[in-house]
């Protein structure tokens, strides 16, 4: 049975809500494991750095030894400050600005992850300019299914990301055109919060064929890295507060043909850092509508906009209650009626003055805050140092 999270109460009125409350024995036990796993293959993992940036979250997934997954300037540069080696930071993403591509060319970061022919010649005219030869892997559109929200599935024809699976020979040639840009690695991603092992076994299955295909140019590149995308349980964050990295990555031990001395890469985000963070906000107000009551809460979606934006599911709890069960509409300040957290929530009896926990809020929480209304970013807290 699942069970509340366990939250320093006694500690919170000395902290202005609302707040990410980040529980550091679950994310060490996650990097424990994550790492665990990994190693068992020799499978080099790099944290994905947009799911959380927060220096003190960085700080200790950097103490665990893994690499990083930037997709801008500023990530680059936050991973630094948090000690991560430039030898283990890639640059993703498909529109990087001149001022990116010339900062991690300055850091000498170990590779970026190209998405376009237009933004190889662009990488390579840098590079040449600076008398460097930047490592890239090629971004791969493996066009393969992924059983997750549309908006964050990422590796079907239709979406911006990578080069089309028909075009890649295309931008092999143009690679070993140009004197400034060396092919290192193939790069695919098909989407995030993935649960089921078949998506990332037709994922496999891809890589296969198309590393069949290039065998025949006789070409073998070094590094496959197969991105992040590994879901989390959302309804029962008790029950599996850390996600089962031993069948993730026994599915790509067991489906990927490998050729001699390739190494193979992830980029976790979620998974890593998702059961760790909890929002923390207030009841401000109970009101009772025509068929339905409203717990009206001092977080809003400029807090955690997950719900707003794509209907995402956070279990709610009430750390304060034990009252019996009520249904209530879970609901922010902001003057959206997107801005809502759950509706018909089941909440143990809720007053003005409790605190709610919406939990797994620990990716794509924080990070995505905003001031919309102009609200005040939220604060964050640490277990170990409340
Ligand atoms: N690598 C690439 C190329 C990616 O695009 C992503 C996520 C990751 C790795 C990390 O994926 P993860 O392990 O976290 O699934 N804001 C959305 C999620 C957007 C994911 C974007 N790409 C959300 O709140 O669900």
Same mark, same amino acid.
């Given at each position: 049975m699942d069970t509340k999270g366990k939250f320093p109460l006694d500690k919170f009125p000395k902290l202005e809500t609302p707040f990410y409350y980040y529980d550091i024995n679950v994310l060490n036990r996650t990097l424990d494991s994550l790492t665990t796993e990994a190693e068992k293959f020799n499978f080099k993992v790099h944290y994905? /750095? !947009?799911?959380?940036?927060n220096p003190r979250i960085l700080s200790i997934i950097h103490g665990y030894g893994l690499g990083a997954d930037c997709v801008s300037g500023g990530e680059i540069r936050a991973a630094i400050q948090a000690g991560f080696p430039v030898s283990r930071i890639v640059f993703a993403g498909v529109g990087k600005a001149d001022w990116e591509i010339n900062l991690a060319l300055d850091y000498n970061i170990f590779c970026f992850n190209v998405e376009s022919i237009p933004e190889l010649e662009v990488i390579n005219e840098f590079a040449a300019k600076k008398g460097k030869t930047a490592n890239i892997a090629v971004r791969i559109n493996p066009n393969v299914k992924a059983d997750t929200h549309h908006y964050i599935s990422?590796?079907?024809?239709?979406?911006?990301? &990578?080069?089309a699976l028909g075009d890649v020979e295309k931008f092999i040639d143009a690679v070993e055109s140009f004197s400034n840009v060396k092919l290192v690695g193939l790069h695919f991603h098909i989407g995030?919060?993935? /649960?089921?092992?078949n998506n990332f076994a037709g994922l496999c299955s891809r890589v296969n064929e198309l590393q069949d295909q290039l065998a025949k140019r006789n070409m073998v590149v070094e590094h496959i890295n197969v991105g992040g995308g590994l879901g989390i349980d959302y309804h029962y964050p008790e029950r599996? @507060?850390?996600?089962n990295f031993a069948d993730y990555f026994k599915t790509f031990r067991s489906m990927l043909k490998l050729r001699d001395g390739q190494t193979v890469h992830f980029e976790p985000g979620r998974s890593v850092v998702g059961q760790c963070g909890s929002l923390i906000t207030k009841v401000l107000y109970v009101k009772e509508g025509t068929n339905k009551q409203f717990s009206i809460v001092d977080a809003g979606m400029t807090d955690l906009i997950r719900p707003a934006l794509y209907q995402a599911y956070h279990k709610i709890e009430n750390c304060s209650s034990e009252k019996p069960i009520q249904k209530y509409d879970v609901v922010g300040p902001?003057?959206? @009626?997107?801005?809502?957290? &759950? !509706?018909d929530v089941e909440l143990n009896g809720t007053k003005r003055g409790d605190y709610l926990a919406i939990r797994s809020a620990g990716a794509y929480g924080e990070v995505m805050a905003s001031q919309y209304n102009l609200r005040r970013l939220p604060q964050a807290c640490f277990s170990d140092d409340i």
């Open positions: 994905a /750095l !947009k799911a959380n940036a990422t590796g079907r024809e239709e979406n911006k990301f &990578g080069i995030s919060q993935i /649960l089921e092992m599996q @507060s850390v996600p902001i003057c959206e @009626s997107s801005d809502c957290f &759950g !509706k």
